[in-house]
């Protein structure tokens, strides 16, 4: 896990946006006067931007959990936080953590998906279980109410002792 510093964090994601952003713009520029012009410039754009989209949003996503977790007094002062921003960490690591003390107080996995269909649904299922391993007050954090639902449901079944927690701030479903 790397340390997550608070003041820097968001500067880095905007930079990485602007970077993908302006990647983006200048693949959508390619003229397009055939099919196989318009299928090149997906196959480019697939290829320069699917690892990017998918992990600048769980990056963010992160951030806005540690952010609500601080918001809603769920931490105290001092609490270190750790991370894995681009869906990094090895099987046995959260997405975030707060330490205090060399002590885990807070694991939690972070979601982008937005609706628990097929490989997601199981997907969910696992990190569910393997949350509810780790130490600390464990949280699952998504960004939409079906996502939320979905995990409260696989949760409560199995009996896991987490929450569930919809994003406010990183709600990119609404």
Request: proline share 4%.
């Given at each position: 896990?790397?340390?997550?510093?608070?003041?820097?964090?968001?500067?880095?994601?905007?930079?990485d946006?602007?970077?993908?952003?302006s990647?983006?713009?200048?693949?959508?520029?390619?003229?397009?006067?055939?099919v196989?012009?318009?299928?090149?410039?997906?196959?480019?754009?697939?290829?320069a931007?699917?690892?990017?989209?998918?992990q600048?949003?769980?990056?963010?996503?992160?951030?806005?959990?540690?952010?609500?977790?601080?918001?809603?007094?769920?931490?105290?002062?001092?609490?270190?936080?750790?991370?894995?921003?681009?869906?990094?960490g090895?099987a046995?690591?959260?997405?975030?953590?707060?330490?205090?003390?060399?002590?885990?107080?807070?694991?939690g996995?972070?979601?982008?998906?937005?609706?628990?269909?097929?490989?997601?649904?199981?997907r969910?299922?696992?990190?569910?279980?393997?949350?509810?391993?780790?130490?600390?007050?464990?949280?699952?954090?998504?960004?939409?109410?079906?996502?939320?639902?979905?995990?409260?449901?696989?949760?409560?079944k199995?009996?896991?002792?987490?929450?569930?927690?919809?994003?406010?701030?990183?709600?990119?479903?609404?």
């Open positions: 896990m790397q340390p997550l510093d608070l003041t820097t964090a968001e500067g880095k994601i905007l930079a946006l602007r970077a993908h952003m990647e983006l713009q200048s693949l959508t520029r390619a003229p397009v006067e055939a196989e012009d318009g299928i090149r410039v997906l196959v480019e754009l697939r290829q931007t699917y690892e990017d989209l998918n600048i949003q769980h990056e963010y996503a992160a951030l806005c959990a540690v952010h609500w977790l601080i918001a809603q007094r769920r931490v105290p002062g001092g609490t270190i936080w750790q991370w894995n921003p681009r869906q990094t090895d046995g690591e959260p997405d975030i953590r707060g330490v205090l003390e060399n002590k885990v107080i807070i694991s996995e972070v979601t982008t998906s937005l609706k628990p269909k097929g490989t997601i649904d199981r969910m299922a696992l990190t569910l279980r393997k949350l509810a391993d780790m130490q600390g007050e464990r949280f699952y954090f998504v960004l939409s109410r079906e996502m939320a639902n979905r995990a409260r449901t696989k949760a409560s199995a009996q896991y002792d987490l929450e569930v927690v919809q994003l406010p701030s990183a709600r990119l479903a609404t």
